[in-house]
């Protein structure tokens, strides 16, 4: 089956601690994204990356980090420097289509984080 | 910068009941419009593209419109599991970002 998997489901921290949430792909999709909900709110974007190798900030990347060091893999480190991470990680891909554009975003399962 | 407000935040229907959710936005030139269906807890589902004013897509009882300044989503005669929040998106030309709303939250009674 082809699609997109995030791990853990849910995820606990401790004050000071980075923690990394797993996203991985195996639809062949060129970009992926990570999303950040909190209730009432819309997602916002915490970073993206398009080809391997890069990524872009998106609107809230400061205390997040990422890597692309494969085209299926693009892990998001949750740093201490993050003041509020409790709230639900939403990991997306897209693949770049003939039209010459980026296709529709599909989501991954999600993972709730939350700080003890 | 790309804007999109969607309305009513929340809504309750009798089962049956025929409704239409807005979507209305703001972005320098439209790429596409999507729509996603989310549960709670859930990632959001895939529903629909569109490109261009004019355009509609269905699915069972769905049906997406686009216009020039704003997106409807209408549920006809829907069922309990139409129960969900629907979110609306846009992209704009030379961006591979999308803008989402707050979405919809709908709610069927039985």
């Known amino acids: 089956d082809g699609g997109i998997t995030q791990s853990p489901k849910y995820l606990f921290r401790k004050e000071g601690q980075n923690v990394t949430l797993s996203c991985e792909q195996n639809?062949?999709?060129?970009?992926m994204y990570w999303y950040r909900q909190d209730p009432g709110q819309g997602l916002r974007l915490i970073y993206y990356s398009q080809i391997v190798n890069d990524f872009q900030k998106g609107d809230i990347a400061e205390g997040y980090s990422v890597s692309r060091e494969k085209k299926e893999s693009f892990p998001l480190t949750v740093t201490s420097a993050q003041k509020n991470p409790t709230a639900f990680y939403l990991c997306?891909?897209?693949?770049?289509?003939?039209?010459?554009?980026?296709?529709?975003?599909?989501f991954g399962p999600g993972t709730r984080l939350t700080v003890l | 910068e790309d804007q999109v407000t969607q309305s009513p935040e929340a809504l309750r229907l009798q089962e049956g009941e025929s409704s239409s959710l807005n979507c209305s936005y703001t972005v320098s030139g439209l790429r596409g419009l999507f729509w996603y269906r989310q549960d709670p807890g859930k990632g959001p589902e895939f529903l629909f593209t569109?490109?261009?004013a004019g355009e509609e897509k269905e699915k069972e009882r769905l049906k997406a419109t686009l216009t020039k300044k704003e997106s409807f989503l209408h549920i006809t005669a829907p069922k309990p599991e139409d129960s969900a929040t629907y979110l609306c998106a846009v992209q704009a030309r030379g961006n591979n970002r999308l803008a989402f709303g707050k979405g919809n939250q709908v709610v069927v009674i039985p």
């Open positions: 569109l490109y261009s």
């Open positions: 997306a891909s897209s693949l770049f289509g003939t039209s010459g554009r980026y296709n529709e975003q599909f």
């Open positions: 639809l062949n999709h060129d970009a």
